[in-house]
């Protein structure tokens, strides 16, 4: 991922307090992270930057829609996504990022990249199984679902006959397990 000065925040400058940056996303964002998943991408990320005196508050927020493939039909579609994330930063004496709501950078540094926070919580809000909205209400037409219903199975009126023409005695039997 090559840094790009548009995701460097340099809060050496800013007052104490809240700051708030917009982000529109697209698929270039994606490609310079050598991830190709989306066709297009169209995501709006807020950033309120909260600088306190020892650290500084960062929360994102993200709204749009990635243009997906269906996992049942591979028919594409706009799949809407949101969500959102905090992060904590604090200084120290080395850099740390292993954990994913804390981020510690070195009492020198006077910039942040959050390119990678925003690249992950978009991925990470794309949810594992997608399917096109058009199959949930019946909408949608393609070759895959035709297919697929006309090789799905078809009720069998065999079985339907042979529950009809039981033992007597089986009948019974199984009157006994109803009369509890």
């Not at 269906?70 to 004496?93: H, P, R, W, Y």
């Not at 919580?121 to 909408?139: A, E, N, Y």
């Amino acid at each position: 991922m090559k840094v790009t000065n548009e995701f460097l925040i340099p809060f050496i400058g800013l007052k104490l307090g809240k700051h708030q940056f917009e982000y529109q996303i697209s698929k270039k964002f994606f490609d310079s992270f050598d991830y190709h998943e989306y066709e297009d991408c169209d995501v709006k990320v807020n950033v309120v930057l909260d600088k306190k005196s020892t650290m500084l508050e960062l929360a994102f927020k993200h709204k749009g829609t990635v243009n997906v493939p269906c996992d049942s039909t591979a028919e594409m579609f706009d799949l809407a996504i949101k969500g959102k994330i905090n992060l904590v930063v604090q200084f120290g004496e080395e850099f740390n990022n292993d954990n994913e709501e804390l981020l510690i950078l070195t009492h020198g540094e006077h910039q942040i990249d959050i390119s990678q926070y925003i690249y992950e919580m978009i991925v990470l809000s794309v949810p594992f199984k997608r399917v096109h909205p058009g199959i949930k209400d019946g909408t949608l037409k393609s070759e895959a679902l035709e297919k697929l219903s006309e090789l799905s199975i078809k009720e069998q009126k065999k079985e339907s006959k042979k529950e009809e023409n039981t033992d007597p005695r089986w009948d019974k039997l199984k009157q006994l397990l109803t009369d509890k």
